[in-house]
């Protein structure tokens, strides 16, 4: 809160803002900097206000009746907000009312319901009695702020990252975007250097929450990862490296082109072999004995071993999150052993029908921070590409990010008015 007073109160840095803004004009930004003169309200202090948070066991009724209305009131409200704003019920440790009266003692003369930060449900009553009911958006002003760190010795990347003052859920989300390219658990050293450019979302000066990432940067062992959030024509946004590609590596839900399904994931199924019912805690793909295995991801064998149901098998380690496992296979690829890295596609052993298998057949399990999910419904990150046209935009539009770093990199206290 001290550091957007500081900001808003000194001209020196407002106009260093205006300049990175001015760098942005491409990506379209509005100055807020001019609205904070024109959006002052001054309130009217000869109003009651009070503020009721949700608690569980609450409903709307009660918290009415509590402040005095009448049943029919209570009605009649619960009938308003669900046809004008689409409010059937509240939700505890969320939600918030406000109730406004013209002093203390008097009746509520506006009930103003507020779902979200950005969203706000004001409740009027007319001179016939009638509640009329209307939404209001509540103005944001975003802004990009910097935070760098680098990794001491004994570190994690969250330890570290928290000690750069990167918020936890910003934190959770760099993790996210940076688990395809590393495995925070054995490629993070001392000495690595790692930044991010995130949003913060303020509301009549008060920062209310925090918004994306636009740029993170980590100094990884195979090489710098840069990423760039960026919005394409399509209005899609999605996060690019620096060359425009799309910078989230995922997992191949069939590693095998083409394969037919021939048993899908369930909790209970019967079990061809073993005659009773089980868990199938993977795909199997029909495919010759043979062809070719592909790894779905990039990363690192940690297993590649025999057991009785899984016959010979091989798993592989994408990053902090993701695991695959891929069984019954006849034999292994050449040079693949544990502790071997893969790229997506590499080869990594041939069908078969090793273990507890009907026919050859690829059985194939994701797995997810430790549980296995289905690999054709659970929602893997989306590989996108640019167009030519979206392609130079990101170009341009990369550069001002860059340069605003730059700046923003010498003077930790500045932000980018978006
Ligand atoms: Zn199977």
Known sequence: MKKAKDIMTSNKVVHAVLGLAGLLALIAVVLVVYRHV?????????????????????????????????????????????????????????????????????????????????????????ETGEWQCKTVDVERDTRAVYKAGEILDGDSFYLAGMRAGIPAGILAEVYDLLAFEMDFERDVRAGQKFSVLYEENFSN??????????????????????????????????????????????????????????????NSRKHPVLGYTRAHK??????????????????????????????????????????TLYAHMSR?????????????????GYVGSTGLSTGPHLHY???????????????????????????????????AIDAGIERLSKNPDWFIQL
Request: charged share 25%; proline share 3%; with cysteine.
């Open 365 to 399: 399990e994701i797995i997810k921070d430790g549980k296995h999910v289905n690999p054709m419904t659970v929602k893997l990150p989306a590989i996108s590409n640019l167009g030519k046209e979206d392609k130079a935009r990101f170009l341009e539009y990369r550069k």
């Open 332 to 348: 292994f690829a050449k040079g693949v052993v544990v502790g071997t890295t893969v790229k997506q596609g590499q080869t990594i």
């Open 38 to 126: 024109s959006s002052d309200v001054i309130d009217n202090n000869s109003e009651f206000k009070s503020l009721v948070i949700v608690e569980s066991g609450d409903t709307l009724s009660k918290l009415l009746i509590d402040q005095g209305f009448t049943n029919s009131d209570v009605l009649q409200i619960a009938k308003v907000l669900k046809s004008d704003a689409d409010i059937t019920s509240l939700r505890a440790d969320s939600d918030k009312l406000e109730f406004v009266r013209a002093d203390e003692t008097a009746p509520v003369s506006k009930i103003v319901v507020i779902p979200s930060p950005w969203r706000q449900i004001e409740l009027t009553c007319t």
């Open 282 to 323: 993977g795909v199997d793909f029909r495919a010759s004995t043979g062809t070719p295995i592909p790894a779905a991801g990039a990363g690192r064998v940690v297993a590649r071993s025999y057991n009785r149901g899984h016959g010979n098998y091989v798993k592989i380690r994408h990053n902090g999150s993701y695991e």
């Open 205 to 266: 000066g008060e920062k209310i929450d925090n918004g994306r990432v636009l740029a993170v940067e980590f100094e990884a062992l195979r090489g710098n990862v840069k990423m760039y959030r960026f919005k394409k024509a399509d209005g899609k946004s999605g996060y690019y490296d620096e060359n425009g590609n799309g910078a989230i590596k995922s997992l191949k839900r069939t590693p095998i082109n083409n394969a037919k399904v021939t048993s899908s994931f369930s």
